[in-house]
């Protein structure tokens, strides 16, 4: 079992930055691929970005260029930095992880981020 905590969501003005941090409750050895996925009021829940254990990253093509994913391993912990955030990106934001041994999909409770002036 994986437990995935989300911290770091809040109120920001557009064009303003926030770190979303998300930690596992396992050495990531037990963990292949994690992510970020987001929900807006009214919308289906939607990719944002993952990293696998070797490092490869995907991007949704709305957050290109202003959403950076990362992961410490030591720490057990991913992240989402966002930055040039507009009123769009407002939404629930989920970690993910992916069980190295059961490939099970593993959600956190959800940080909110809302972007507005």
């Known amino acids: 079992q994986v437990q995935l905590v989300e911290s770091g969501g809040g109120l920001v003005q557009p064009g303003g930055s926030l770190r979303l941090s998300c930690a596992a409750s396992?050495?990531?050895?037990?963990?292949?691929?994690m992510g970020w996925y987001r929900q807006a009021p009214g919308k289906q829940r939607e990719f944002v970005a993952s990293?696998?254990?070797?490092?490869?990253?995907r991007y949704a093509d709305s957050v290109k260029g202003r959403l950076t994913i990362s992961r410490d391993n030591a720490k057990s912990t991913l992240y989402l930095q966002m930055n040039s955030l507009k009123p769009e990106d407002t939404a629930v934001y989920y970690c993910?992880?992916?069980?190295?041994?059961?490939?099970?999909?593993?959600w956190g409770q959800g940080t909110q981020v809302t972007v507005s002036s």
């Open positions: 993910n992880a992916v069980g190295a041994f059961n490939g099970r999909n593993y």
């Open positions: 990293i696998t254990t070797g490092g490869s990253i």
């Open positions: 396992t050495t990531m050895f037990r963990i292949t691929a």
